[in-house]
Nanobody
Framework: QVQLVESGGGLVQAGDSLRLSCAAS????????MGWFRQAPGKEREFVGA????????FFRDSAKGRFTISRDNAKNTVYLQMNSLKPEDTDVYYC??????????????????WGQGTQVTVSS
């Protein structure tokens, strides 16, 4: 059983940057591709981006390309989502996720094995 704990969310202004972290415990972190998702109240959870098991490849939704990056430190069992040039429409609860598939398949709905509890990101205009 893998536990995922996100941190780093908060209230920022448009144009600011924020880095989310997701610390994993209880399993073999490097066995999983890691993804980031977002969800607004009453809406479906949406894919943001994902990184492969050893960090060699990433995949992002179109709105995140060029602004967001994902990295991971397998020695620290942690994955990061660096968000730059934030916009009010980036406001959501952000979740990290662990899955056995590859980032491009996670984008199109490959199964997720574990979810974090989420961290709120609010971008004011």
């Amino acid at each position: 059983q893998v536990q995922l704990v996100e941190s780093g969310g908060g209230l920022v202004q448009a144009g600011d940057s924020l880095r989310l972290s997701c610390a994993a415990s209880g399993g073999t972190f490097s066995s999983y591709a890691m993804g980031w998702f977002r969800q607004a109240p009453g809406k479906e959870r949406e894919f943001v981006g994902a990184i492969s098991r050893i960090g060699g490849s990433t995949f992002f939704r179109d709105s995140a390309k060029g602004r967001f990056t994902i990295s991971r430190d397998n020695a620290k069992n942690t994955v990061y989502l660096q968000m730059n040039s934030l916009k009010p429409e980036d406001t959501d609860v952000y979740y990290c996720a662990a899955g056995r598939s590859v980032p491009s398949r996670i984008h199109v709905g490959a199964p997720i094995n574990y979810w974090g509890q989420g961290t709120q990101v609010t971008v004011s205009s």
